[in-house]
């Protein structure tokens, strides 16, 4: 008799549903992962209220969830980096390994990744995954499955400072203190960054990025932004701005914030599709504009970072529930921002 296993299924807007589906066959190179801890990521909250994020729409019954760890229970015949009992981060992006991009080391831009709970792909809110073993990054027995979890949105802020050419001592701002803008605080932090400015409108968020070694914060509710990283950086603006909220406001204050010769990261998603931007401004002062998106060769790196005490992602985590409380979960990480950075679900 086939084996049944549990998986909370999406499918429509606001219907989530937990439903028995088969257990996952393995392929050669699989390794069957028994998901031990979820985070809850504003995508998966997007996709479940409303059933899209710009062109990518939930057609069929899908399963939510992407930042995730485990322990591997069986393994294919070819795996060899991984064995039974093993405890995983689960990388959730599947490159083809074949494509220019691919082969040049740029595997997140493949055109052909498939994606954890990115339609038509099913995510990690499941008892077990079959996931390709070279995907899997074996865990310090330090780091607790909520951590491994940790790791996938850390390595959204630590790709970035990568991508930004983040040197010791350069002062930073990062608009936005949720998982993403945290993570890239601990990153930048990690990196050698001198000045670490945490910009947000969420007191509780604003505190919290306090907490965790941001050297000011700003509510921008209560001050201007850019004159307030004006006035901490002697007139000139930040070294580096690090956009992680996604809204059309803070990313056109990305210019105004960052000094002549500075460089602007973008890695947060606006949900419209263009914004205006003062381009002849940016030229005349030579600003830097770096995009970056999702990660590519950095899990390694992220788990090295939090195994040796380099960063401290705790705090990130506010809430955790039972899996059968997923859609609590969600309901949390939805309308209490005030309160809930990491929404953890625990399965």
Same mark, same amino acid.
């Given at each position: 008799m086939e084996k049944k296993i549990k998986a909370f299924i999406l499918h429509s807007p606001g219907d989530m549903r937990l439903e028995e589906i088969a257990m996952p066959q393995l392929s050669p190179d699989d390794a069957l992962v028994k998901v031990k801890s979820v985070g809850v990521c504003g995508s998966d909250v997007h996709y479940y209220r409303n059933g899209r994020i710009g062109s990518f729409i939930v057609k069929d019954p899908l399963i939510l969830g992407h930042e995730?760890?485990?322990e591997v229970v069986s393994v294919g015949p070819d795996v060899k980096n991984v064995k039974p009992g093993d405890r995983v981060v689960m990388e959730p992006g599947i490159p083809c390994r074949k494509c220019w991009y691919c082969k040049n080391g740029r595997y997140n831009m493949c055109p052909d990744i498939v994606f954890m709970a990115t339609p038509p792909h099913h995510g990690s809110m499941v008892e077990y995954m079959a996931w390709p073993a070279d995907f899997l990054f074996k865990m310090p027995d330090s780091m607790s499955f909520q951590e491994g979890a940790l790791v996938e949105p850390f390595a959204v802020g630590l790709f970035s400072t990568r991508r930004s050419g983040l040197y010791p001592s350069a002062s930073v701002a990062i608009l936005g203190a949720g998982p993403i803008g945290l993570s890239a605080l601990e990153a930048v932090k990690a990196m050698g960054a001198g000045q670490v400015i945490s910009i947000d409108v969420i007191p509780n968020r604003l505190e919290l990025a306090r907490q965790m070694g941001a050297t000011h914060?700003?509510?921008? /509710? =209560?001050?201007?932004? *850019?004159?307030?990283? /004006? =006035?901490?950086?002697? *007139?000139?603006?930040?070294?580096?701005?690090?956009?992680?909220?996604?809204s059309d406001m803070t990313i056109q204050q990305t210019v105004e914030i960052v000094r002549d010769g500075g460089t602007v990261v973008l890695?947060?998603?606006?949900?419209?599709?263009?914004?205006?931007?003062?381009i002849v401004e940016s030229v005349i002062r030579e600003v830097n504009f770096v995009t970056s998106f999702r990660y590519c060769n950095i899990f390694e790196e992220a788990i090295t970072l939090m195994a040796h005490g380099k960063v401290n992602l705790k705090p990130l985590l506010t809430h955790e529930f039972a899996f059968k409380d997923t859609l609590e979960a969600f309901d949390v990480s939805e309308h209490q921002k005030d309160s809930a950075v990491k929404v953890m679900i625990n399965i």
């Open positions: 995730c760890s485990g914060v700003i509510n921008a /509710k =209560e001050k201007n932004a *850019g004159q307030a990283v /004006k =006035e901490l950086t002697n *007139g000139e603006g930040a070294h580096f701005v690090f956009e992680t909220a996604g890695l947060g998603l606006p949900p419209q599709l263009e914004i205006k931007m003062p």
